[in-house]
């Protein structure tokens, strides 16, 4: 089934080269079936990249999903026009009367500041608290899994000496969650943050359960026993050369960086990337759709509203 997108958004054309199944607008509206209405609060400076990036995951399953893309109307945007966001974004303002079956947040590069002192942190909340009768399911990614796990539980993030960088092997901490349904005994997962959030805190909240973590980067995947709210601390979205090109751009900008571990071929920055989380993103996103959405949220939408677990 295709993933219903804006009529014209150029992330779309994209896409299309890969063979992922989309639907604009206009076509979607002749079919008389009920699409996943799925909200993207997309908090990355490059918006199109990431639109990509979400899209082609969540577009790779067997569901019809109808997306939303949300903006901040509490920040300020430098890398993204104000015409972008007229044709492809809507402020939360107008969908606030509004139920979805999922919302996705991606991470965001304020990871060392407070949370308090992000321009937009006050908007932030007052979506995640909208997000507990409003959606059936939030999925949130590196710094907006940070910024979930504080504002629901008052989980704190810690910095680190130097930046996580790099694809980390990552094992399951649990047997039977859906989530996890398909995953490998080990798996791979591309992080990139300079923050963390620590097992101990996790495990003190009796409603959240840890499924996946690594020896190397830690904390990965985090959900509540209702599986209502899903936290991954990195980024299973990335492109093949998304950290080759956060290397180079930190490199150029004569930042202290080392590498991406596990990365390039034989760890030498020279020679090309090799991919091995694809495969392992694809199936996380599908579960969360299929378990996590679809088979929970009700037919008639007005009916999200269920209450959260603390």
């Not at 990871?111 to 999925?139: G, H, R």
């Not at 130097?162 to 047997?175: D, E, N, S, T, Y």
């Not at 150029?252 to 991406?260: D, G, M, Q, S, V």
Request: with cysteine; charged share 25%.
């Amino acid at each position: 089934m295709p993933i219903k997108i804006p009529d014209n958004l150029p992330a779309g054309k994209q896409l299309e080269q890969e063979d992922i199944f989309l639907m604009d607008e206009t076509h979607a509206y002749k079919q008389d079936i009920r699409p996943l209405k799925i909200a993207l609060l997309n908090l990355m400076p490059r918006k199109q990249v990431t639109e990509e990036q979400i899209l082609r995951l969540i577009g790779n399953t067997p569901l019809q999903v109808e997306v939303t893309l949300l903006y901040m109307e509490t920040h300020e945007h430098k890398h993204t026009s104000l015409e972008y966001f007229t044709n492809f974004y809507t402020p939360f303002a107008d969908i606030e009367g509004m139920k979805f079956d999922g919302l996705i947040i991606t991470g965001a590069p304020v990871e060392q500041m407070p949370f308090e002192e992000v321009s937009y942190w006050a908007e932030l909340t007052k979506i995640l608290s909208w997000c507990d009768k409003n959606v059936n399911s939030v999925m949130s990614i590196c710094w907006g899994a940070q910024a979930a796990l504080y504002y629901y539980y008052g989980i704190p993030k810690y910095p680190l000496d130097k930046k996580m960088f790099g694809v980390f092997p990552h094992k399951k901490c649990r047997k039977g969650e859906i989530l996890m349904r398909g995953f490998d005994e080990i798996f791979f997962t591309p992080h990139s943050r300079h923050t963390e959030i620590h097992r101990e805190d996790i495990l003190k909240i009796p409603n959240l359960k840890l499924l996946a973590e690594s020896e190397e980067s830690g904390v990965c995947i985090v959900a509540n026993e209702t599986n209502t709210r899903v936290f991954i601390t990195g980024h299973p979205e990335y492109d093949p050369i998304t950290l080759k090109e956060e290397y180079e751009r930190d490199l150029a900008k004569n930042l202290p960086i080392e590498p991406p571990k596990h990365y390039f071929e034989d760890d030498d920055p020279a020679k090309s990337p090799v991919v091995r989380w694809r495969a392992h993103a694809h199936i996380f996103f599908a579960n969360w759709l299929n378990y996590c959405v679809y088979q929970t949220t009700p037919y008639d939408i007005s009916k999200i509203g269920h209450k959260f677990g603390v």
